[in-house]
């Protein structure tokens, strides 16, 4: 199976063959979505354990999470 870096640069490569505009924007939001529901799910909803182990602000996931939507 390929790492999931070879999946990303697929993705990005196919992207910018097909000359979408902000894939850097986009595949960052869809990289950072994915990294803060997964540490939401493991500490069952409890942000400030997720960003602590995210390495990140407790303001922050709270930033992200509204601008990702993922507060819904």
Do not use: P
Request: hydrophobic share 40%; net charge negative; no cysteine.
């Amino acid at each position: 199976a390929a790492s999931w870096l070879t999946d990303l640069e697929r993705e990005a490569r196919r992207r910018l063959e097909a000359g979408e505009a902000d894939v850097w924007e986009a595949l960052t939001q869809q990289f950072e979505g994915r990294l803060i529901h997964t540490a939401l799910e493991l500490t069952r909803g409890r942000r400030i354990e997720a960003a602590q182990k995210l390495g990140i602000g407790r303001n922050t996931i709270t930033r992200k999470i509204q601008e990702l939507g993922l507060d819904d």
